[in-house]
């Protein structure tokens, strides 16, 4: 048991109070000098803390730079539609205006938020059918998912800045785990599928991020996030349930791509080297993006309650310790087997019988 004090205008863990124990449901407020933090704590160590705030961020913040502290209320309770949606007007203006579904608010221009909000939810509604016809169990999610279109690269570029992303010539959009926002920028002429296609991806992350299947907090392999990303810009994903054929569900592009690099594969401990660790998302990213797609795509098709089970795992660590190659590569393990030299042997054949 532990409990914050103000010592000396710094903040100290010690034992003897629940007051900041991870897992509570109060509504904290802790101050950074004059400016006051809001939410529930999701985790904690003797340097950090990660609030949940009501509108869906999560912040973190160092404890010594803490000055005081008090418990708003004994509950969390987070913004609903309505006083988010309030929110976003206030933070983006009259030259945006914001549509709300199910599931989503999306912020574009006017004229132009109903059309991305439907885009939006449709991939949130196939990936829940994606999942429920294959016996996998996914959460509703906690808060509104929020989504903004903005009309032009410059602007985007400028919020790219605000979240310390490096708005690069080749980025069209992002989810941040820590805003929990997608954003991305619309382009000129006849490029609307690419904006689509960047909807369906980065959506992608964000659902799975909010229904249970990875963590906003602590280490999701990379292989993992991508492969489910990218398995789901392929069509005949979103448009299909268990039945019919996995041809008819081939992402075309990461297919191919895979093809091609298989053919320099190591013979000798390919796969176990990729799940232990992201080096080659550093090294060679397309490599990465296509292998993670096919491994994954193998994995649901062929395997998709311990695909599940694997998910489950990894989700449920302990956010706040590392993730190493042998941990890694032992729940792996647990999930499909020992032998993954089989593994890899199945894996190979079922990719290559595909076209």
Not at 118 to 123: K, P
Not at 227 to 241: D, I, M, N, Q
Not at 252 to 258: G, I, L, T
Not at 289 to 310: C, D, G, K, M, N
Request: proline share 4%; net charge neutral.
């Amino acid at each position: 048991m532990r409990k914050l004090m103000i010592l000396a205008g710094a903040c100290a863990v010690v034992a003897g109070s629940t007051l900041l124990e991870a897992g509570t449901s109060a509504l904290l407020e802790l101050k950074v000098g004059e400016e006051a933090h809001v939410g529930r704590l999701l985790a904690k160590d003797d340097s950090y803390c990660w609030l949940m705030k009501r509108d869906g961020r999560v912040q973190e913040i160092e404890l010594n730079a803490v000055t005081d502290f008090r418990k708003v209320s004994p509950k969390f309770r987070r913004f609903r539609s309505v006083e988010l949606r309030d929110e976003l007007r206030r933070e983006f203006g009259s030259d945006y205006e914001i549509a709300a579904t199910t599931h989503y608010l999306c912020c574009a221009a006017p004229g132009k938020a109903a059309d991305y909000a439907e885009i939006f939810e449709q991939v949130y509604r196939n990936f829940q059918l994606y999942f429920s016809t294959r016996g996998f169990r996914v959460s509703q999610p906690e808060f509104p998912l929020v989504a903004i279109v903005f009309p032009d690269r410059a602007a985007f570029a400028k919020y790219c800045r605000q979240d310390d992303i490096p708005p690069s010539a080749s980025l069209l959009g992002y989810y941040l785990r820590t805003s929990n926002r997608v954003a991305l920028y619309t382009l000129p002429g006849d490029n609307q599928q690419r904006v689509e296609d960047t909807i369906v991806h980065e959506a992608t992350h964000q659902v799975a991020f909010n229904t249970g299947l990875h963590v906003r907090i602590g280490e999701n392999p990379k292989w993992i996030v991508e492969g489910l990303a990218t398995v789901f810009e392929a069509p005949g994903v979103r448009h299909s349930t268990s039945r019919g054929k996995a041809h008819s569900r081939i992402n075309r592009e990461r297919y191919v791509w895979f093809g091609n690099f298989s053919q320099s594969r190591r013979e000798e401990k390919s796969l176990v080297d990729f799940i232990a660790d992201d080096s080659m998302f550093h090294r060679s990213a397309l490599d990465a993006y296509s292998q993670s797609w096919a491994l994954t795509f193998f994995l649901i098709e062929t395997r998709p309650s311990q695909y599940a089970a694997y998910l489950k795992t990894v989700a449920s660590r302990d956010p706040l310790t590392p993730y190493d190659r042998e941990d890694r590569i032992a729940d792996f393990r647990a999930a499909f087997g020992d032998d993954l030299d089989w593994l890899e042997t199945t894996f190979l054949r079922f990719v290559k019988k595909l076209d």
